[in-house]
């Protein structure tokens, strides 16, 4: 009877299996298992596509810290719902001292592929070992094929010695009487004073702090940085040198104080939209979305996207990416497990539009394509 029973349960678990995966179907919040049947180990990612094939990378999450004892890993699929496990496409460093030595924090890794270099480029979000999240930089590595292995180049604050745009004679003037200990956090006057540059001034010597980041190419083939800054209290966008290796030195700055995380971002019909978060940490809370009718602004808040239960803390998850397919967009976010990291869930919904703007609507489960 005991062999019967696991015989016709085996049967229900390969038809169930093969369900999910001939009928595409995403089931957010859920153990996603890759072909090896183990639950992906890629958060804070994002998707690049190269030729047929999506290939998503993120931080490899151990079981009791979140510090990075691996690296960022990758996967690769023709349907975004099997996913094949290609490994660590990049590797933390054994060697003491190293930028990317084992234990740092490396997260959102994104990668982008350039196609003048033929170089596929991966930034991430950078802090070094042993220093919590003091050092707030950027990293950068390279690969000549997509799933890696990439090697680590180099890591830094973003734009030392560099104005962003539209900081003037006037505007640098205003700043110069600007005195730091003359603001009680989170005052008006402090907020105006943060809106005026005196954080970016605090760093314009040795760069501007860089955290939760993504990467977007535009329709150009130029590409840009986006990072929270300024103690997370502002978001910088930033271009890329022609090779996605550098920063060009040309950047604008979102919501000067409005401490947005984990931006998301796509282009639809011309428009720019970018979905972020709050400031809370591993906890989740209300997402935010903006819109510009360039890369460059001017950037206009909107209501929260997210529809359906817990939207208000956007289901349980932090934003990290935008997907385009044709001309669908799927959102994606982590759900944090901070006491068990390798147990974090994804969110992955397709964004609709209402009323002309972008509104993301729970789903228990959906197939992509359709
Ligand atoms: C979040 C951020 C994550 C991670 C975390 C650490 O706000 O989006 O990427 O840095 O804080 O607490």
Avoid at 15 to 24: D, E, M, Y
Avoid at 194 to 216: A, H, K, N, P
Avoid at 225 to 248: C, K, P, Q, R, V
Avoid at 319 to 336: C, E, K, N, R, V
Wanted: negative net charge.
């Amino acid at each position: 009877m005991k062999k019967l029973l696991f015989f016709v349960c085996s049967c229900l678990m390969v038809v169930s299996s093969f369900s999910q995966q001939a009928t595409h179907t995403i089931r957010s919040g859920e153990i996603w298992p890759d072909d090896q049947g183990i639950h992906i180990n890629a958060h804070g990612g994002g998707i690049l596509k190269y030729n047929d094939t999506y290939y998503w990378f993120g931080e490899h999450k151990s079981d009791h810290t979140s510090d990075a004892l691996v690296g960022v890993t990758c996967y690769a699929s023709t349907d975004l719902v099997n996913w094949r496990n290609c490994g660590v496409a990049l590797s933390v460093s054994d060697e003491r001292g190293s930028d990317i030595e084992r234990g740092c924090i490396l997260e959102r890794p994104k990668v982008i592929y350039n196609k003048v270099t033929k170089k596929f480029c991966m930034w991430f979000h950078l802090e070094l070992k042993g220093r919590g999240y003091d050092a707030a930089r950027y990293g950068v590595a390279v690969a000549n094929r997509p799933e890696g292995p990439y090697k680590f180049l180099y890591s830094q604050r973003a734009n030392a010695g560099t104005w962003p745009i539209g900081f003037g004679q006037q505007e640098l003037a205003v700043l110069d009487t600007l005195d730091a200990s003359h603001f009680q956090e989170w005052t008006p006057a402090w907020r105006k004073a943060i809106d005026e540059g005196l954080l970016v001034r605090r760093d314009f010597g040795t760069g501007q702090m860089s955290r939760d980041m993504t990467l977007f190419i535009d329709d150009d083939g130029k590409a840009y940085h986006i990072f929270s800054s300024e103690e997370n209290l502002t978001l910088h966008i930033a271009e890329l040198t022609g090779d996605y290796l550098h920063h060009t030195g040309r950047y604008t700055r979102v919501a000067p104080a409005g401490h947005n995380e984990a931006p998301a971002i796509f282009k639809h019909e011309g428009t720019y939209w970018m979905i972020t978060s709050g400031c809370t940490g591993w906890a989740p809370n209300e997402a935010r979305m903006f819109s510009a009718p360039s890369i460059w602004g001017p950037w206009t808040q909107h209501p929260n996207p997210c529809r359906g239960p817990k939207a208000e803390i956007t289901f349980g998850g932090q934003s990290t990416y935008i997907l385009p397919i044709g001309d669908q967009y799927i959102f994606m976010a982590d759900i944090w497990r901070p006491r068990h990291p390798s147990d974090a869930r994804y969110i992955w919904l397709p964004i609709e539009f209402e009323d002309g703007k972008p509104i993301v609507r729970w789903r228990d489960e959906w197939e992509v394509g359709k």
